[in-house]
């Protein structure tokens, strides 16, 4: 039979947004010693918006700004929406694009006005072997990412595009430290933006420029070295490293990917509830004993 404490306590914690879909999970959740946060929509809001543009060829700004929104038209990325919507703001007349593709941790595809338009982040560059826009390092440094627009080929410009930390992220990282608990970050966004989110979160260790299909790797290396491990994630990207983890939590509104994979469900977008999550494992399985 379950034992009357869990159900009480998993209702409880329904009342406060804690969704136990495996008491399994929970019971693990009091003796994890890592919790692997996703960087992006889960440290941070998720929502970037634009910043500078850099124009490096024969085209101005705007005309960078247009062809970009013109390759992203069709992508439900949050850069995608991003740049789709700044582009709206300045009344720019973006041209209609064709063939589009798109590739997850990477960018996208399309065919503009007869050339090929591609916009991506650093792993566009290091694939076409493509010259990085003078200003990209010192955004990137800063923790925005950048995103460079190739035009056949050629780089004519790239963007800045800042996502705000939440302001919940820092007392998250601090609370989980006092309990003993190693925070650790996984991203697809560039090396200097991860080390510049984790200095201003505290956090002391981060994997950065994860593919999708490897952020459970990740989690897998992490328990290879003996660590119990919660991952927290919203994507659909984060699904296999949720299945991986010792206790795969979903936040926040999330996909329905991410919530199928994980064991435990926080209804709010605070990183801090996760730390709920510990306590009422430990209260659960400690009056069990
Ligand atoms: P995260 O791991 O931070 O949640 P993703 O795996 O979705 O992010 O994306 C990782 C990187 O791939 C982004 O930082 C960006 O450089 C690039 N990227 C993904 N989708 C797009 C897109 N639609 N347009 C441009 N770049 C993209
Ligand atoms: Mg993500």
């Not at 929970?26 to 124009?55: I, N, Q």
């Not at 065919?111 to 076409?128: H, I, K, M, Y």
């Amino acid at each position: 039979a379950i034992p009357l404490v869990v159900s009480i306590a998993t209702e409880r914690a329904a009342r406060g947004g804690v969704l136990v879909k495996d008491r399994l999970a929970l019971e693990s959740m009091r003796t994890v010693d890592t919790v692997l946060f996703d960087k992006t929509g889960t440290l941070t809001r998720g929502e970037p918006a634009l910043g500078d543009v850099a124009a490096t060829g024969d085209l101005d700004e705007d005309a960078v700004l247009a062809l970009a929104a013109a390759a992203e038209a069709d992508s439900e990325h949050p850069l995608a929406r991003a740049i789709v919507a700044a582009a709206a703001d300045r009344g720019l007349d973006v041209p209609r694009a064709g063939d589009f593709s798109s590739e997850p941790g990477l960018g996208v595809t399309a065919t503009v006005e007869g050339r090929e338009v591609r916009v991506g982040g650093p792993r566009l560059l290091q694939e076409t072997g493509a010259d990085e826009a003078p200003e990209a390092a010192a955004w990137r440094d800063h923790g925005a990412t950048v995103l460079h627009v190739l035009r056949d080929g050629r780089v004519v410009g790239a963007l800045e595009l800042a996502d705000e930390v939440r302001p919940e992220s820092a007392q998250a990282v601090r609370a989980l430290h006092a309990q003993g608990v190693q925070v650790v970050m996984i991203t697809g966004d560039a090396e200097a933006v991860a080390r510049s989110v984790a200095e201003e979160l505290g956090i002391d260790r981060w994997f950065a420029g994860v593919r999708p299909e490897d952020k459970s790797d990740r989690v897998a290396e992490l328990q290879r070295e003996g660590r119990k491990v919660a991952m927290v994630g919203d994507g659909v990207n984060d699904a296999p490293a949720l299945a991986q983890a010792d206790v795969g939590i979903a936040i926040g509104a999330g996909t329905d990917v991410a919530i199928a994979s994980a064991g435990v469900i926080l209804a709010s977008d605070d990183p801090r509830s996760v730390l709920s999550v510990i306590e009422l494992s430990r209260a659960t399985y400690r009056k069990m004993k």
